[in-house]
């Protein structure tokens, strides 16, 4: 089972800076996509930014040069760097990961959530 733990939420206020992690552990042989997601109060959960193995990045228009996603290979890690925030920034963060297990099986697996709030 690969599972994901997310870290890095909380408060902040208008115009700060919060950087999410997203450790995966398990059977993981390669990690290929990685995307993070958020949903706000009452809203669909919408796709932030992804990127892929190769390091290609891309972002929902409204994060553009606010945002930078990355990752870290060695430690299976993911991180979403946050800045200039705004409080419609407000929502629940979760990471997906998608790649593959040691004997070449594909794993889907979601985190838990972290709630970032940012307040005006």
């Known amino acids: 089972q690969v599972q994901l733990v997310e870290s890095g939420g909380g408060l902040v206020q208008a115009g700060g800076s919060l950087r999410l992690s997203c450790a995966a552990s398990?059977?993981?042989?390669?990690?290929?996509?990685a995307d993070w997601y958020r949903q706000a109060p009452g809203k669909q959960r919408e796709l932030v930014a992804t990127i892929t193995s190769s390091g290609g990045t891309d972002y929902v228009d409204s994060v553009k040069g606010r945002f930078t996603i990355s990752r870290d290979n060695a430690k299976n890690t993911v991180y979403l760097q946050m800045n200039s925030l705004k409080p419609e920034d407000t929502a629940v963060y979760y990471c997906?990961?998608?790649?593959?297990?040691?004997?070449?099986?594909?794993?889907?697996?979601w985190g838990q959530g972290t709630l970032v709030t940012v307040s005006s």
């Open positions: 398990g059977d993981i042989f390669i990690i290929n996509d």
């Open positions: 997906n990961v998608k790649g593959l297990r040691s004997f070449l099986t594909h794993f889907d697996a």
